[in-house]
């Protein structure tokens, strides 16, 4: 019999209630008086019928019982409660230790078995286990339930953050905010993590990308890459996004946390022309490339301005600008109402590439026919051209192709300057 720590038992006491159930008057008093030296909550019931009427109505966490007592006895009152809660702790207490008691106790698991007269130091034990037992369980589901508090907290502040944030523990998805899950258009945590558990198949194999088949390639990656490097680039409704990618080595071992923060706006700023604000030569190859990885053949669209030449020729190369400016807000206006996601691409002077989000021949035909006959004017020019009587029919010239994906992108971008040589 080990020693008790009688302020550890107040201690482990003060989480727990109990009910006493005993026939006898005098002794129920005395053990209730003996138990409220440690337990803050202690009930009594007269006998088994009592004590099962008031387990009904209320929860404890201890339950010491006489055996034979009127009504219903001590073993018919344990039996009905381990109906209701098998893992409900009982002490039995009797001047009775006869075989047959012993074995329905423990058949119905019952914690200890005390004998009466009580021997105060083996009860004190009984009651020290059991409640330091108890006491043990619910700090650890008050810690439990302290760190899910705190981890629906975090996962709240996180979400408010606008850059895309992910943590990898052993190379697997540990924790995600709602701004990571919007770049790759899943709708829950659990839909990441069954969809897509290594996280870098999300990426387009780009050139001066990161792209990784495993969260482990992912992270050897960003380890040792130089930082104008660390750049992922995704397809998300036939739209190019670009994000910069930090990696920051956790405490915890072999733990990382990756954010992704969005610079498409300045991608695209580096990448636009000057003048017309659409995407430049080398971004309309970038889109290019990023597509003839999902598809056999790719239908484009080449739209140029008749008579183009002859403006820089006549009025200089202000006024040249000025209907390459034109030119632009007239594509833009005749094709995005027809399809909003299509990639209109600057392909050098005079020149407009249109990617068509939808590979639809239908579409493509719409789009094409919208553009036939339609002219380029500004203000400006049409008041000179008036006054010099001289003809300057801006109309659009527009040629439809189809490439194949399996040129290489040197021969795609040939074939296109080609093309609008042929105009």
Same mark, same amino acid.
């Not at 106790?105 to 020290?128: A, G, M, R, S």
């Not at 801006?394 to 994906?405: A, F």
């Given at each position: 019999?080990?020693?008790?720590?009688?302020?550890?038992?107040?201690?482990?006491?003060?989480?727990?209630?109990?009910?006493?159930?005993?026939?006898?008057?005098?002794?129920?008093?005395?053990?209730?008086?003996?138990?409220?030296?440690?337990?803050?909550?202690?009930?009594?019931?007269?006998?088994?019928?009592?004590? *099962?009427?008031?387990?009904?109505?209320?929860?404890?966490?201890?339950?010491?019982?006489?055996?034979?007592?009127?009504?219903?006895?001590?073993?018919?009152?344990?039996?009905?409660?381990?109906?209701?809660?098998?893992?409900?702790?009982?002490?039995?207490?009797?001047?009775?230790?006869?075989?047959?008691?012993?074995?329905?106790?423990?058949?119905?698991?019952?914690?200890?078995?005390?004998?009466?007269?009580?021997?105060?130091?083996?009860?004190?034990?009984?009651?020290?286990?059991?409640?330091?037992?108890?006491?043990?369980?619910?700090?650890?589901?008050?810690?439990?339930?302290? $760190?899910?508090?705190?981890?629906?907290?975090?996962?709240?502040?996180?979400?408010?953050?606008?850059?895309?944030?992910?943590?990898?523990?052993?190379?697997?998805?540990?924790?995600?905010?709602?701004?990571?899950?919007?770049?790759?258009?899943?709708?829950?945590?659990?839909?990441?993590?069954?969809?897509?558990?290594?996280?870098?198949?999300?990426?387009?194999?780009?050139?001066?990308?990161?792209?990784?088949?495993?969260?482990?390639?992912?992270?050897?990656?960003?380890?040792?890459?130089?930082?104008?490097?660390?750049?992922?680039?995704?397809?998300?409704?036939?739209?190019?996004?670009?994000?910069?990618?930090?990696?920051?080595?956790?405490?915890?071992?072999?733990?990382?946390?990756?954010?992704?923060?969005?610079?498409?706006?300045?991608?695209?700023? *580096?990448?636009?022309?000057?003048?017309?604000?659409?995407?430049?030569?080398?971004?309309?190859?970038?889109?290019?490339?990023?597509?003839?990885?999902?598809?056999?053949?790719?239908?484009?669209?080449? $739209?140029?301005?008749?008579?183009?030449?002859?403006?820089?020729?006549?009025?200089?190369?202000?006024?040249?600008?000025?209907?390459?400016?034109?030119?632009?807000?007239?594509?833009?206006?005749?094709?995005?109402?027809?399809?909003?996601?299509?990639?209109?691409?600057?392909?050098?002077?005079?020149?407009?590439?249109?990617?068509?989000?939808?590979?639809?021949?239908?579409?493509?035909?719409?789009?094409?026919?919208?553009?036939?006959?339609?002219?380029?004017?500004?203000?400006?020019?049409?008041?000179?051209?008036?006054?010099?009587?001289?003809?300057?029919?801006?109309?659009?010239?527009?040629?439809?192709?189809?490439?194949?994906?399996?040129?290489?992108?040197?021969?795609?971008?040939?074939?296109?300057?080609?093309?609008?040589?042929?105009?």
């Amino acid at each position: 019999m080990i020693d008790i720590n009688v302020i550890k038992l107040k201690e482990y006491a003060s989480v727990c209630s109990v009910l006493y159930v005993e026939d006898d008057e005098l002794i129920r008093e005395q053990t209730k008086d003996f138990l409220k030296r440690f337990f803050p909550d202690v009930d009594t019931a007269v006998d088994g019928q009592d004590g *099962l009427t008031k387990y009904d109505q209320k929860d404890y966490d201890i339950i010491i019982s006489d055996i034979n007592m009127p009504n219903l006895n001590g073993i018919e009152m344990i039996e009905a409660i381990k109906e209701i809660n098998y893992e409900q702790h009982i002490v039995v207490t009797s001047a009775y230790n006869d075989s047959e008691h012993l074995q329905k106790l423990i058949n119905l698991n019952i914690d200890k078995f005390v004998e009466k007269p009580f021997n105060n130091k083996q009860f004190l034990y009984v009651i020290y286990r059991i409640s330091h037992e108890i006491y043990n369980k619910k700090m650890k589901n008050n810690l439990e339930g302290q $760190v899910e508090n705190l981890y629906k907290n975090a996962q709240i502040v996180i979400d408010e953050i606008p850059i895309g944030l992910i943590t990898l523990k052993n190379n697997a998805i540990s924790l995600v905010n709602k701004a990571f899950l919007e770049i790759g258009d899943f709708d829950s945590v659990e839909t990441l993590k069954l969809e897509m558990p290594d996280i870098g198949v999300l990426f387009e194999d780009a050139k001066g990308c990161i792209n990784a088949q495993t969260n482990e390639d992912l992270i050897k990656q960003l380890l040792h890459f130089k930082e104008a490097e660390k750049k992922v680039r995704i397809l998300k409704n036939s739209k190019t996004y670009e994000y910069k990618v930090t990696i920051t080595k956790l405490h915890e071992e072999n733990s990382y946390m990756l954010t992704f923060t969005d610079i498409t706006a300045i991608h695209n700023e *580096l990448f636009n022309d000057l003048h017309t604000k659409l995407p430049n030569k080398k971004f309309l190859l970038e889109q290019l490339d990023v597509l003839r990885k999902n598809h056999s053949k790719i239908y484009v669209i080449l $739209v140029k301005v008749k008579n183009f030449k002859n403006i820089e020729k006549w009025y200089g190369k202000s006024d040249a600008i000025k209907v390459e400016m034109e030119f632009a807000k007239l594509v833009k206006a005749l094709v995005q109402p027809l399809d909003s996601n299509a990639f209109i691409g600057y392909f050098g002077q005079n020149n407009i590439v249109i990617l068509p989000n939808q590979q639809n021949s239908e579409l493509i035909k719409k789009v094409y026919a919208t553009l036939q006959n339609k002219v380029v004017s500004t203000v400006e020019l049409s008041k000179r051209n008036t006054a010099s009587e001289v003809d300057l029919s801006l109309r659009l010239e527009e040629k439809m192709l189809q490439i194949n994906t399996n040129e290489t992108l040197v021969n795609i971008e040939t074939h296109l300057i080609d093309e609008f040589d042929l105009f």
